[in-house]
């Protein structure tokens, strides 16, 4: 059976930082896109920063860019979000999501309905 897995989420102050985790078992990410989308109440899902794991290529968001980093330990299987500088509105549900580059009609993208396989999600709260 596969699982996605996300763990790293927690409490922490505005300017803080945390590193997120994303495992799989029973896939490989190989050659796969993969996004980090969150999830803030009353707000719509957004795309926060992606990879695509065979050649490195990453993209972020406006919002994040120059403070969160997307990376991968192809020998684990497991891709991290680094967040620094968090802010308030930061906060939210952070999901992982990946699916194989060869189900996409192009390239990586934010549409969370593309992705084949998707976390429950992990916590993040920012506080001031």
């Known amino acids: 059976q596969v699982q996605v897995v996300e763990s790293g989420g927690g409490s922490v102050q505005t300017g803080g930082s945390l590193r997120l985790s994303c495992a799989a078992s029973?896939?490989?990410?190989?050659?796969?896109?993969i996004n980090w989308f969150r999830q803030a109440p009353g707000k719509e899902r957004e795309g926060v920063a992606r990879i695509y794991t065979r050649t490195g290529i990453t993209h972020y968001a406006d919002s994040v860019k120059g403070r969160f980093t997307i990376s991968q330990d192809s020998a684990k299987n497991t891709l991290y979000l680094q967040m620094t500088s968090l802010k308030p509105e930061d906060t939210a549900m952070y999901y992982c999501?990946?699916?194989?580059?060869?189900?996409?009609?192009?390239?990586?993208?934010?549409?969370?309905?593309?992705?084949?396989?998707r976390g429950q999600g992990t916590q993040v709260t920012v506080s001031s």
């Open positions: 999501a990946a699916t194989p580059v060869k189900l996409l009609p192009s390239a990586c993208t934010d549409d969370w309905s593309a992705y084949t396989h």
């Open positions: 029973g896939y490989e990410f190989f050659s796969n896109c």
